[in-house]
């Protein structure tokens, strides 16, 4: 089982950067896809962005070139740094771990809320 537990979410204005955390319980070498999801009220849960183990990023089409996924492998931590913030970027921002043969094991973090004031 991955531990994940995410920090730095908070209040900031439209157009601000903010950067949320995910540490890991274990060597992020060991998971096959880190990634960062959110979930607004009433809706679903979206992928914003992953990183795989090898270090290759994918992003929703909603963040790019706003958002970027990085990691400290020494630190098994996640980034996300988030810029020009709009307001519809206000949610709850999970962290996700695939791992495992064939990724069949999945963990969560508690969630960060992260809030977009206009």
């Known amino acids: 089982q991955v531990q994940l537990v995410e920090s730095g979410g908070g209040l900031v204005q439209a157009g601000g950067s903010l950067r949320v955390s995910c540490a890991a319980s274990?060597?992020?070498?060991?998971?096959?896809?880190m990634g960062w999801y959110r979930q607004a009220p009433g809706r679903q849960r979206e992928l914003v962005a992953t990183?795989?183990?090898?270090?290759?990023?994918n992003y929703a089409d909603s963040v790019k070139g706003r958002f970027t996924i990085s990691r400290d492998t020494d630190k098994n931590t996640v980034y996300l740094q988030m810029n020009s913030l709009k307001p519809e970027d206000t949610a709850v921002y999970y962290c996700?771990?695939?791992?495992?043969?064939?990724?069949?094991?999945?963990?969560w973090g508690q969630g960060t809320q992260v809030t977009v004031s206009s």
């Open positions: 996700g771990a695939d791992y495992g043969i064939g990724s069949r094991l999945h963990s």
């Open positions: 274990r060597s992020i070498f060991s998971i096959n896809v």
């Open positions: 990183i795989t183990s090898s270090g290759s990023r």
